[in-house]
């Protein structure tokens, strides 16, 4: 069974831009979405997305909105801790090929690290 992990120098999910999310204002509160709104850089990227060293500067710290973890996943989508695990697989696959492509360096490495 594939186990889901962060994978290190990815930052697929640091690729907010709202074109590429319409259903925004389905799971963030009004407060939430005007910061995630204001972290939108250049080209769609998240402003405290460091793309030198591929990480975040702002991780220990971050929104929840940028926290996989169940109860924010419950809040937010409806998921139950039981669904987490493949559900964040699949959120993290289709960003992964979205923004570097289904054969990418980042999708190879994902699916070795969940063990695909």
């Known amino acids: 069974m594939a186990t889901w ?3 290190q120098n990815c930052g697929a999910c640091c690729h907010l831009d709202p ?4 259903d925004l204002e389905d799971y963030l509160t009004k407060t939430e979405l005007d910061l ?3 972290m939108v850089g250049e ?3 998240c402003i405290n ?3 030198a060293t591929r990480q975040c500067r702002i991780y220990e710290n971050r929104p929840r909105f940028c926290r996989v973890e169940a109860h924010v996943f419950q809040d937010m989508f409806g998921i139950e801790e039981d669904d987490l695990n493949d559900f964040a697989i699949q959120c993290c696959s289709e960003q992964i090929e979205a923004v570097y492509g289904d ?3 980042e999708q190879i490495r994902f699916e070795q690290a969940i063990g695909f």
Request: with cysteine; glycine share 6%; proline share 5%.
């Open 5 to 7: 992990t962060c994978i």
């Open 19 to 22: 074109q590429d999310r319409p």
């Open 36 to 38: 995630y709104l204001s």
């Open 43 to 45: 080209n769609g990227w």
């Open 49 to 51: 997305f460091d793309h």
């Open 103 to 105: 054969r990418s360096f």
